[in-house]
C-alpha cells in the first residue's frame, strides 16, 4: 500500500510539474533555459509558439547592457518592435530576479508584453513586479554565453523541448488569436 501511495504522489507531482526548455542557439554558443508554465503560463505558451513559428530565428540582441541584461525579441531590432498583440503580466512571489540568468519579458509598461524577452546578467530586484520571470538559465556555462553576447549579434534558431502539448492544448484559444495577429 506505501509503495501505491509513493508512486501516485510521484505521478501527481510529475503531472503538476510540466517539464520545458527552449535552447537559443546563438553565434557565440547556446543558451539553454528551464521554462516555468506552472508560474507563466500565459507567457510560456506565447514564447514556445513564436519560437515553434520560427519568430525569433535571425533577429539580433539590439539591446545588451554590460551587468545588467541581454535583449531581443524585436523584429524590426530597435526595440519597438512586436508580433502584433499584447498581454498580461504574470507575476509570482516564488519568482524574484535575485540571481543572474533570469529570463523575463521586456516590455513598455503593465499588460504590454509581446515578443521581447530579456535574461539578466546579474540579480536585478528593482525588476521584479514589472517584468514577468517565465524561465531561468540552465548552468554556468549557459550564463557564460549570455555574458559573451554583445549587441547585434543574432539568434539563429530557438528550439523547444519537453511537455509542450498540453500547454499549447490548455492555452489554444490564445495561441489561435496570436497566430491570426502573426498571419
Known sequence: MK??????????????????????TTEKGD??????PDHAPVTVANFVNLASRGYYDGLVFHRVIDSFMIQGGCPQG??????GYQFEDEFTPELRHDRPGRLSMANAGPGTNGSQFFITH???????????????????SDQSVVDAIG?????ESIAISG???????????????????LG
Open 3 to 24: 509503495l501505491v501511495i509513493v508512486g501516485l504522489v510521484a505521478w501527481r507531482l510529475q503531472q503538476k510539474g510540466q517539464s520545458m526548455q527552449a535552447t537559443i
Open 31 to 36: 543558451i539553454r533555459l528551464e521554462l516555468f
Open 78 to 83: 530597435t526595440g519597438t518592435g512586436g508580433p
Open 122 to 140: 546579474v540579480p536585478t530586484p528593482w525588476l521584479d513586479d514589472a517584468h514577468t520571470i517565465f524561465g531561468e538559465v540552465v548552468d554556468g
Open 151 to 155: 549587441q547585434g549579434d543574432r539568434i
Open 163 to 181: 511537455e509542450v502539448d498540453a500547454l499549447l492544448a490548455a492555452k489554444s484559444t490564445r495561441v489561435e488569436e496570436w497566430n491570426a495577429r
